[in-house]
T-cell receptor
């Protein structure tokens, strides 16, 4: 099956710093990438959707200036959490899908962010 | 609008017994349906999907699911559960409406397989 990688898997940072998370599709071209946030024992909350070369579309309530998304190529998207605060601590999961409407969305392994 | 209901929080099953995880969906048009499994501190792994064709879909690790349009259901099944199947299972739907990119997820079902 298709593989999506995420880096780093864990990050601990101080309040006020910025953190960048990378998401890569390793063996397919991802025309669309998604970023999710997941709280313990809960479902996934979609934060934003991005198409390669276009601006991301953010879900209602997600601050685009705080969660910067760049989908620079067909295999790479990045999420930068700017001026992180403890309430941003969470499990962030990226997902990627190829071009076809019937294509499956594949998920990365997730990044555990802890803001002190 | 699109949504998924997974009515049970947790499913307990003895090892070797059949496993069923329930899912019903709601869409305006026709659905694409997916099942994913998540192990602790990991992302979601794709199990299977229904796009069109046969209502019975076979997927990874011996799992299958049956699309039932009249009941708007897509229950996940496995004939004989393994302890290693203990995980969190998510059903997801995407309405086939033009331009719809989003998957709607259920809340997830924790499956516990008892040795």
């Amino acid at each position: 099956g298709a593989v999506v990688s995420q880096h780093p898997s864990r990050v601990i940072c101080k309040s006020g710093t910025s953190v960048k998370i990378e998401c890569r599709s390793l063996d397919f071209q991802a025309t669309t990438m998604f970023w999710y946030r997941q709280f313990p024992k809960q479902s996934l909350m979609l934060m934003a959707t991005s198409n390669e070369g276009s601006k991301a579309t953010y879900e209602q309530g997600v601050e685009k200036d705080k969660f910067l998304i760049n989908h620079a190529s067909l295999t790479l998207s990045t999420l930068t959490v700017t001026s992180a605060h403890p309430e941003d601590s969470s499990f962030y999961i990226c997902s990627a899908r190829g071009g076809g409407v019937t294509d499956t969305q594949y998920f990365g392994p997730g990044t555990r962010l802890t803001v002190l | 609008a699109q949504s998924v209901a997974q009515p049970e929080d947790q499913v307990n099953v003895a090892e070797g017994n059949p496993l069923t995880v329930k899912c019903t969906y709601s869409v305006s048009g026709n659905p694409y349906l997916f099942w994913y499994v998540q192990y602790p501190n990991r992302g979601l792994q794709f199990l299977l999907k229904y796009i069109t064709g046969d209502n019975l879909v076979k997927g990874s690790y011996g799992f299958e699911a049956e699309f039932n349009k009249s009941q708007t259901s897509f229950h996940l099944k496995k004939p004989s559960a393994l302890v290693s199947d203990s995980a969190l299972y998510f059903c997801a739907v995407r309405d086939r409406s033009y331009g719809n990119n989003r998957l709607a997820f259920g809340k997830g079902n924790q499956v516990v397989v008892i040795p």
